[in-house]
């Protein structure tokens, strides 16, 4: 979220009964770096009270007892003025009317019509209300150049119905956040990035694979999307979740188990991509023969004959001309040099090697390694979060794709 980093966010909380999930949205800015400001309307202070979020925040919240105030300021053209974002969320059917319609008789609605900030705004109701037509025609009247809309999703209402109107999880409102205050230097660019372990199976309940759990994939791909890529995912078996699409054909995604199946699912991916991230972890040897049947634990070989699995760079190499080819090298020993060696072998533009064991590499631990390029010296990388590897490694990704005003030196 590093488009976040010491914006400050104004967070508009309104009327609805998910207001009290704005609290965890508030709590992932400040995570993220941001200053958050809350405003709430006299409705959303029936639900929640704004103590919740000065306690959240550790800024004074805005009500609209405040609109009018003799402090000696304009309090909505102050806020509005400090504001590099101003996100609503939960937007509530008539907050929308009011947005829509230019009506600036509360806190909230003043403060957007003062402000010049983008919008994003989280609509939450019954879905009968967001379906209306009403509703619809207030969607359309918002200006596209300012406004930006993040649907509801659909399941189990308060109301007990089921439907869309759902507030979304937090953590997608955030990257919503990011990648509408951020930069979208990656627009019109198709990246697709391979995640996660493989499995072999030796039999129906028994198979080799590693403990890659695919985060590291699965956050460039997050990434990639939040910068205005469109990604193909081809993610192993994990318990990760991938990244929510942002629209049709911002993130696709391909599930697969066996390394077969990634080879074949990635070659299936690349027609049109721009670049290839390999940040999977496939298994190197599979069991010669499956077994049909479970092995009894009195039948099961002392020795276990294995194979080769595909390589999958060796194999897609003649369909990779033109793109800009990223790897990854999971290393014990000998970090910089292994990671250097299998750079030239598997012909790669760029490579990640990182030390793996102990408390290092897998899972949500911190990344660091080095960042290897044919023409560049190696670029020593600090341990990190792997949100912000996932970022560091797209900006030097940018750099040789033409459709970002790089080179593919």
Known sequence: MRALQDRTILLGITGGIAAYKAGYVARGLRKAGANVRVVMTDAATKFVGPVTFEALTENPVGTDADFFHTGGGVSHVEIARASDLIVIAPCTATTLARLANGFADNLLSAVVLASRAPVLLVPSMHTQMWQSHAVQSNLARLDPARFR???????????????????????????????????????????????GPTRE???????????????????????????????????????????????????????????????????????????????????????????????????????????????????????????????????????????????????????????????????????????????????????????????LLLDRLAERLPACGGTTA
């Open 149 to 195: 809309v993040m649907p509801p999703e659909a399941g189990d209402l308060a109301s007990g119905d089921v439907g869309p109107g759902r507030f979304p999880e937090p953590d997608d409102i955030l990257e919503r956040a990011a990648a509408t205050l951020g930069p979208r230097d990656l627009e019109g660019v198709t990246i697709v990035v391979t995640a």
């Open 201 to 391: 199976p030796m039999d129906p309940v028994r198979l080799i694979t590693n403990p890659s759990t695919g985060r590291m994939g699965i956050e460039i791909a997050r990434a990639a999307q939040v910068r205005g890529a469109r990604v193909r995912l081809v993610l192993g078996p994990t318990e990760v979740p991938p990244p929510r699409p942002f629209d049709a054909g911002s993130m696709a995604v391909s599930r697969v188990t066996t390394t077969d199946q990634m080879l074949e699912a990635t070659r299936a991916a690349l027609p049109g991509a721009n670049a290839l991230v390999m940040a999977a972890a496939p298994a190197d040897q599979r069991p010669a023969a499956v077994r049909p049947a479970k092995s009894r634990k009195r039948d099961l070989p002392t020795t276990l004959g294995l194979e080769a699995t595909p390589d999958i760079l060796a194999t897609l190499r003649p369909a990779l001309a033109g793109l800009v080819v990223m790897g990854f090298a999971a290393e014990t020993d000998d970090v910089e040099a292994s990671g250097r060696r299998k750079l030239e072998e598997k012909g790669l533009d760029l490579l990640f090697a990182n030390p793996v064991g102990g408390d290092q590499g897998f899972g949500d631990r911190p990344n660091e390694g080095f960042l290897i390029a044919r023409d560049r010296e190696t670029q020593v990388v600090m341990a990190r979060s792997k949100a912000d590897l996932a970022d």
